[in-house]
């Protein structure tokens, strides 16, 4: 059901108001979600916006930033007798140097999407002759049902599941982007979902690192608006902290029992971003006691480490370099018919919502 406080098209007003009066200076700040960055262009909240404050768009969607090196490796388990390999929706239609797998699907494969790994533990209960995989990609939000899946694969006593890796930890990567000269911002909207799983505790640390001003926040129009307002106040009064502006969902410490179920299943590792490249320490991988369940050593994978030249220009998009819109090959070579990249497959990527809601020109928002 809807929660329509947060949606209320007068206090939306009233906030926007208030953030007019407060915007006294230049702003940039960052979203790191891409159910944010679509809630933003689909409600019209960059318009309502003073034109000092400049949103950039992070890498906040889970899709546009997996390995495309992982797509290669889930096509070679595919394509092996006796495997099914289960996937998200939208993973199906992303490309790699070898196709997609919705390519490795027309030739025969057997590929399915489901909407939970759950569901894939389930399809290896029916199916114990066969060998079931998993592409588990996705943020801290999804990595505790990759974790309980194992469990749940463990407690039937399964040997037929088990799980292709492709994880990313949000607060890494953010720490890994405000390193890099070429990035600036003075304020962060931290995912709300991310930070329900997590807590924010670790964000101090980027706050007063970085001279940043961070919000959590989450997707609703009134929610997006006072992380923005709290993000300004902050900057205004050099106040470099955290503050939690998404109180119904988020609390500092995060949920624990989602945190021990990751501390249990796995630990973290290098991992590579697509269009950023590899970041240490920003992923998950299946811990060495539970080896049977990581889909790599059970098929003896060799996992590939190429570097893949890609003409997508994700990650000057990242860095706030160039808007979607900006891009050359933006409506021309790249459009959801014929994507180039992922964040125009996904249904949460950046270029996606640039194109969904027709901001084709070249706006800054």
């Not at 702003?27 to 809630?39: A, L, R």
């Not at 001003?213 to 955290?242: H, R, S």
């Amino acid at each position: 059901m809807i929660n329509r406080e947060f949606r209320d098209k007068d206090s939306v007003l009233r906030i926007s108001e208030l953030i007019h009066k407060k915007a006294t200076r230049e702003y940039k700040i960052m979203e790191v979600c891409g159910g944010q960055t679509h809630s933003i262009l689909k409600n019209g909240l960059n318009e309502l916006l003073p034109d000092s404050i400049e949103l950039l768009h992070g890498p906040g969607c889970p899709v546009c930033v997996s390995d495309e090196n992982k797509i290669v490796e889930a096509i070679e388990i595919a394509q092996m007798k006796d495997v099914i390999l289960c996937t998200f929706g939208d993973m199906i239609r992303v490309n790699s140097v070898n196709g997609s797998l919705a390519q490795a699907k027309s030739r025969g494969a057997d590929i399915r999407i489901v909407y939970s790994p759950l569901d894939a533990v389930d399809i290896a209960l029916e199916n114990q002759t066969k060998q079931i995989v998993f592409f588990a990609i996705g943020f801290e939000t999804t990595a505790p049902i990759y974790a309980l899946s194992i469990l749940k694969s463990k407690k039937l006593k399964l040997h037929n599941f088990s799980l292709i890796t492709c994880m990313y930890r949000v607060h890494r990567v953010v720490d890994y982007l405000l390193e890099d000269s070429d990035f600036f911002i003075n304020a962060l909207l931290a995912a709300g979902h991310v930070c329900a799983i997590t807590g924010y505790r670790d964000y101090y640390n980027l706050a007063t690192k970085y001279k940043i001003g961070i919000a959590t926040t989450g997707f609703e129009p009134v929610d997006i608006l006072l992380g923005i307002y709290d993000c300004i106040e902050m900057i205004n009064n050099q106040k470099w902290t955290v503050i939690n502006s998404y109180k119904r969902v988020v609390n500092e410490l995060g949920n624990e029992l989602a945190q021990t179920m990751l501390n249990e299943f796995f630990e973290i590792s290098d991992q590579v971003w697509h269009g950023i490249g590899n970041v240490v320490n920003s992923g998950y991988s299946i811990k060495a006691k539970y080896k049977e369940y990581d889909a790599l050593k059970k098929f003896s994978i060799i996992p590939i480490n190429n570097l893949i030249e890609n003409k997508c220009p994700l990650s000057d998009i990242y860095k706030g370099l160039i808007k979607p819109n900006q891009c050359k090959y933006f409506n021309n070579q790249c459009n959801p018919t014929s994507p180039m990249g992922a964040a125009m497959v996904s249904s949460e990527g950046v270029c996606s919502a640039y194109y969904k809601y027709n901001i084709h020109n070249e706006l800054s928002c």
